[in-house]
Antibody, heavy 123, light 110 residues
């Protein structure tokens, strides 16, 4: 069965960086893109970006382009999301979410989700 | 890239139908047939309910249906059940290999 298991909760100070991991299992790692989505407390979902598991190529929205890095480790079937220059507005639950299929923009339909990682930014 | 516009809340009684709208622009909802819908219960991860405007993943009841007209997509839930009470989010491909979510709609089953 498909599983996405994320790393545990983090508490960071403003200006610091955080790296969240997402270990994939139960499917062929290279066959599905991975997206990252976050949700601030009591707020809606926000799409943060997508990574191609084969090439490592990424796309992020403009607002994250200077402080967000997504990577993957093919040897351990793990994806990583690294967000720098944290502020209190980055306090949120961060999810990794697998794209439904490869091609025809099905990568942007998210069929399996991790359990979420709470990142709290506080001085 | 602004969030898609959804009503903050909708409600209905068991057995009734409700429709949730999702309004974007010609750069996202109106420009592509790649709209998806997610259901999220409190404290849980979202669940994919509809993709490509109107397709249902395996296991999603056919009470859930999607459609699109111009820059507005819609999710209709017929035969409302208590367990349908949740938050619902639309999402659209927005060009340049990006996506954008709606602000979310809280469905209350009275």
């Amino acid at each position: 069965q498909v599983q996405l298991v994320q790393s545990g909760a983090e508490v960071k100070k403003p200006g610091a960086s955080v790296k969240v991991s997402c270990k994939a299992s139960g499917y062929t790692f290279t066959s599905y893109y991975m997206n990252w989505v976050r949700q601030a407390p009591g707020q809606g979902l926000e799409w943060m970006g997508i990574i191609n598991p084969n090439s490592g190529g990424t796309t992020y929205p403009q607002r994250f382009q200077d402080r967000l890095t997504m990577t993957r480790d093919m040897s351990t079937s793990t994806f990583y999301m690294d967000l720098s220059s944290l502020t209190s507005e980055d306090t949120a639950v961060y999810y990794c979410a697998r794209g439904l299929a490869f091609g025809n923009y099905l990568e942007y339909n998210l069929d399996y989700w991790g359990q979420g990682t709470l990142v709290t930014v506080s001085s | 890239q602004s969030a898609l516009t959804q009503p903050r809340s909708v409600s209905g009684s068991p057995g009734q139908s409700v429709t949730i709208s999702c309004t974007g622009t010609s750069s996202d909802v109106g420009g592509y047939n790649y709209v998806s819908w997610y259901q999220q219960h409190p404290g849980k991860a979202p669940k994919l309910m509809i993709y490509d405007v109107s397709k249902r993943p395996s296991g999603v009841p056919d009470r859930f249906s999607g459609s699109k007209s111009g820059n507005t997509a819609s999710l209709t839930i017929s035969g409302l059940q208590i367990e349908d009470e949740a938050d619902y989010y639309c999402c659209s491909y927005a060009g340049s290999y990006t996506a954008v979510f709606g602000g979310g709609t809280k469905l209350t089953v009275l």
